[in-house]
């Protein structure tokens, strides 16, 4: 009998296993594999309630922000009485049975996501511009501050861009995440 193993669709960019990563003075564009994620649906009062038990503090109130929580959780505003949990590790989700325990009201969902997106940062004094050359969202720091996030297009490729303190998260879809890292190897080079 075969054994399932998780494998990055970037698996075959680098010849193994080990995250791929663009390292250049001002620019770091790194892919971080198997990053938890799950999709929350339902009925915003109980999943907040939920969520504040998990350490979220609350869900993000409008449109287009996220809210982090004191445990790696990250929650993003996804679509109408749709939230989108990100874990920085494995170990912040460790709640996620907890979590749809307390959701036993009909409609209300905690869904594994997680192989559905890849997950890229992006980081570095010139992480605006490397996104500037392909997306049209406006990305100067006056506009898109930290706790933003949005859904757009790179380089015609769909994505979900968070603004972090410490750069940017970016969200796709599993079977375009090869097609997106090879334009970032491409447009990476004008900041060599």
Request: proline content about 7%.
């Amino acid at each position: 009998m075969s054994e399932l193993y998780r494998q990055s669709p970037l698996n075959t960019s680098n010849g193994g296993e080990t995250p791929v990563a663009i390292e250049l003075a001002e620019l770091r564009v790194r892919e971080k594999p198997f990053m938890p994620k799950r999709l929350l649906r339902g009925d915003p009062t109980l999943l907040a309630a939920a969520l504040y038990n998990s350490g979220v503090a609350s869900l993000p109130p409008v449109p287009n922000t996220y809210v982090e929580g004191s445990n790696g959780l990250l929650c993003l505003w996804f679509r109408p009485r749709q939230w989108l949990l990100l874990a920085e590790q494995n170990t912040s989700l460790q709640a996620q049975a907890e979590l749809q325990a307390q959701l036993v009201e009909p409609g209300t969902y905690v869904i594994d996501v997680t192989d559905k997106y890849h997950c890229f940062t992006i980081s570095g004094a010139r992480a605006s511009e490397l996104l500037a050359v392909g997306c049209s969202l406006n990305l100067r720091k006056e506009k898109f501050t930290p706790g933003l996030c949005a859904q757009t297009l790179i380089e015609q490729v769909p994505v979900i861009v968070c603004r972090r303190p410490q750069g940017y998260t970016v969200l796709v879809e599993r079977a375009l995440a090869n097609h997106l890292w090879l334009w970032f190897c491409h447009a990476s080079r004008e900041f060599e």
